[in-house]
């Protein structure tokens, strides 16, 4: 099922992303080009649960939607940092200036696979205490830190108070492994979302 690539050509790399034109061979024998791939480094999403069962959250502006996002901390991996969870604790305390007593991988997901290869780190994070200062960016300016009891985000969801795609799976996920949330159905049933 895989293709096969005949060619390849980098457009566009600096520290951000790598934009290349690939031409590919289908198993049957089609050829797809140009098709393009965007690289960009790994990322990092963390869900961080206070002491008082509240989530650590940011709001920033995001250019490529130009409006302001509610999210969750995270960010890019540094180039040459091989562990995920040390990233996505230094984006924790960059961020929001909070720290967590306890941090677990809850799983590794493509970004998008149909034409990028990163994944993202999904982490979380849980006795999450304020410890220090933060420690933004330039592309993070006005950002802000906002703590919100988990039960009011997830009855929130639907209305969108997290409207990237993302961030809402990777909470979903992480507040299964916390035990505030139960995935699972029987295999014919609907989905069964409960929330304890």
């Known amino acids: 099922m895989k293709w096969r690539t005949l060619s390849s050509r980098t457009l566009l790399k600096d520290r951000w992303i790598d934009v290349r034109a690939d031409e590919c061979l ?3 024998g089609h050829r797809v080009s140009p098709y393009y791939v965007l690289s960009y480094p790994d990322w990092v999403q963390t869900v961080a649960i206070t002491p008082c069962d509240q989530l650590v959250l940011v709001r920033q ?3 490529g939607a130009a409006d302001t996002f509610l999210e969750l901390p995270g960010g890019t991996m540094d180039e040459g940092d091989l562990d995920p969870g040390r990233s996505a604790a230094r984006e924790l305390e960059e961020e929001t200036g909070y720290r967590a007593k306890e941090l677990r991988l809850v799983s590794s997901l493509f970004a ?3 034409t990028q290869p990163n ?3 999904v982490y979380l994070a849980t006795g999450a205490e304020l410890t220090g200062s933060r420690k933004l960016d330039a592309s993070e300016e006005g950002m802000s830190v906002h703590l919100m009891p988990v039960r009011e985000i997830l009855d929130r969801l639907h209305d969108g108070i997290l ?4 961030h809402v799976s990777a909470l979903l996920l992480a507040l ?3 035990g505030h949330l139960a995935l699972g159905s029987p295999r014919s049933a609907p989905l069964n979302l409960s929330i304890r």
């Open 26 to 28: 289908t198993p049957t």
């Open 61 to 63: 502006y995001r250019h």
């Open 112 to 114: 998008n696979p149909a």
């Open 119 to 121: 994944r993202v780190h």
């Open 163 to 166: 409207k990237h795609s993302q």
């Open 176 to 178: 299964s492994v916390s």
